[in-house]
């Protein structure tokens, strides 16, 4: 990545619905619904999400509750706040940040959407005992 920033999301916008963006995003403001990126969504100190993302990377400062598929790398900054399921292939978290969900970093396995549906998917994945 270059660096540059191809949308920028100010911290006086709130958007609900879907966004679709295919360069870097940046988010200082308020989204609810759904946010889709090719690239890097990078979620500022202010930005506060109510959303599901999927993208490739994603640096979170901010609040987000929703769950975040990240095809490459998800890092949570010290002042994160994160409510919701986690899918990537590497994860960083600063000392600070607070992260409430799951961690699911196998390929191939999508996140569940509650913590029942996940409970259901590890009684199903454990190897019954040996009689």
Do not use: H, W
Not at 40 to 69: D, L, Q, Y
Request: proline share 2%; net charge neutral.
């Amino acid at each position: 990545m270059d660096g540059k920033i191809s949308t920028i999301i100010g911290k006086d916008t709130t958007i609900t619905g879907t966004i679709d963006v295919k360069g870097p995003l940046r988010i200082d403001g308020k989204i609810k619904g759904k946010v889709n990126c090719e690239e890097t969504v990078t979620i500022g100190v202010e930005g506060n999400i109510e959303a599901e993302v999927n993208c490739r990377n994603a640096s979170i400062s901010g609040k987000v509750s929703g769950n975040i598929i990240a095809t490459e790398k998800v890092e949570l900054q010290a002042k994160a706040e994160i409510t919701g399921d986690l899918k990537t292939k590497s994860l960083v978290i600063e000392q600070g940040a607070l992260f409430c969900g799951s961690c699911n970093m196998k390929e191939n396995v999508t996140v569940s959407n509650s913590y029942a549906g996940a409970a259901e998917k590890v009684r199903k994945d454990k190897p019954e005992a040996a009689k």
